[in-house]
């Protein structure tokens, strides 16, 4: 029997234990979307096998590939089609074929054909269709995932009192670091300059920002490369958007709306323990078709929820979570070109303070890489996933490089998701190049 008790540190390997050896865990659907992924597919399902935890499967749908992706599949897995009682409680593009493993090894895989929906979205709702289990995992199939990620992800659900809805764990960029067995075997900072800002990027946000949402149950969105989520409240939320580009807090959005309009207390958690590697974009090309889709995204997300924001109905999700990600996420790069505009205009008519400007420009600025700095130091100091100070340096030396290298990217980027979305210009979900990671044996 499950006998943990009311859970305060959420690293425990006894309280692991207890669980993987429990014979009521609730099952779990890792539910993986790919799109011409035929370089680390078979790696990262090979990973995605080996999870530990007592009652899971593993649901791949590969979203109309034009690689070979699929191939590599029914070869590697020794997969056939088989006849599947598949119910399409969320609607998604027609599904072609479903697919099962002659091999007794591969019993947990289910590989989902169907046609491509243009979005990540439109594809997590056909493995929502076809998984058994009560809650799915939501992830990439360039992903990494810690081995104990389920017996970690679960753990909020089993001993919250309100009933947990969704959560959500730190990522880091798997980019440089060591892969053996599909499994991590040593972290490192990415080599390339821009994963390591996006390694930088991604930590703060995580183990800074999502840990003080979570404290006020106003977690804003759930990863899409990362997520736990109660099967029955996504499927009465209506699943993913097929169409949205930013479906992690679109989800997030859909659950949150159900639960308070049926009256329904839930909370949204998040643990702060590193449980996935991504392969963050190795350039400023990718990086920018990225930066652009989920500049749309949010965009998008105010346009179909914009009865969200300022509404006292929808409560904290109405009052606090849309409206910082209004002001501070979705107007802030208009913000910074105004204000970029307005420098240029007073340089010009020779009206700039110089002294006072330097004043406020080394205040923002040092308070900026001091934020970073702390968070560093934190994790560092916290979790130990880097062996040497140098690696440590790395990150440090980022720091004070963001402001003037990587975040002026990110605004352009989002500035110009804004545009395509106004616009009305095609964004699709498969852009991501992915070079695959180095493995060693």
Not at 22 to 28: E, N, T
Not at 72 to 87: G, Q, R, S
Not at 122 to 144: H, K, R
Not at 175 to 200: D, H, M, W, Y
């Amino acid at each position: 029997m499950i006998t943990i008790i009311r859970y305060k540190n959420y690293n425990s390997n006894l309280d692991d234990e207890t669980l993987y050896n429990s014979d009521i865990a609730p099952g779990i659907s890792v539910v993986a979307p790919a799109f011409n992924e035929e370089k680390t597919i078979i790696t990262n399902v090979h990973s995605l096998l080996t999870l530990e935890y007592p009652l899971f499967e593993v649901v791949i749908v590969n979203d109309g590939s034009k690689d070979k992706t699929l191939e590599k599949l029914i070869t590697e897995f020794e997969l056939v089609e088989v006849p599947y009682a598949y119910i399409e409680k969320v609607k998604t593009k027609p599904v072609k074929k479903i697919y099962k493993s002659t091999n007794a090894l591969f019993d947990k895989l289910t590989v989902v054909d169907k046609e491509n929906g243009g979005t990540k979205a439109d594809a997590s709702n056909a493995g929502i269709n076809a998984s058994v289990f009560p809650y799915f995992l939501c992830t990439d199939v360039d992903c990494i995932l810690a081995r104990n990620t389920l017996l970690k992800m679960i753990k909020p659900i089993l001993v919250n009192k309100r009933k947990v809805i969704a959560v959500g764990a730190t990522l880091r960029m798997v980019n440089s670091c060591e892969v053996s067995a599909g499994a991590i075997t040593r972290v490192k900072p990415p080599k390339a300059l821009i994963p390591r800002f996006q390694e930088l990027e991604y930590i703060r946000a995580y183990l800074l920002s999502k840990m003080g949402w979570s404290f006020l149950n106003c977690v804003p969105n759930v990863s899409g490369g990362l997520g736990l989520f109660d099967k029955e409240v996504a499927i009465r939320s209506g699943g993913y958007d097929g169409k949205s580009h930013a479906e992690d807090m679109d989800l997030v959005t859909r659950m949150a709306s159900y639960m308070i309009n049926n009256k329904q207390k839930y909370k949204i958690d998040y643990i702060p323990l590193s449980c996935c590697w991504t392969e963050g974009p190795p350039n400023v090309k990718i990086l920018g078709r990225q930066r652009t889709r989920w500049a749309a995204g949010l965009v998008q997300l105010f346009v179909v929820h914009r009865k969200i924001l300022f509404n006292p109905k929808f409560k904290r999700m109405g009052l606090i979570v849309f409206p910082y990600a209004f002001f501070f996420e979705f107007l802030a790069p208009m913000i910074e070109l105004g204000g970029v505009i307005s420098i240029i205009y007073l340089v010009t008519l020779g009206k700039i303070n110089w002294e006072l400007a330097l004043l406020v420009f080394l205040y923002s600025y040092s308070f900026a890489v001091m934020i970073s700095i702390l968070v560093i130091i934190w994790d560092n100091v916290t979790f130990k996933y880097y062996n040497t100070f140098g690696e440590v340096l790395k990150l440090v030396i980022v720091a004070f490089l963001e402001p003037f290298l990587y975040h002026p990217l990110i605004t352009f980027f989002g500035l110009r998701g804004y545009f395509k979305f106004l616009s009305s210009k095609e964004l699709s979900w498969g852009t991501m190049t992915r070079r695959g990671v180095e493995t060693s044996s």
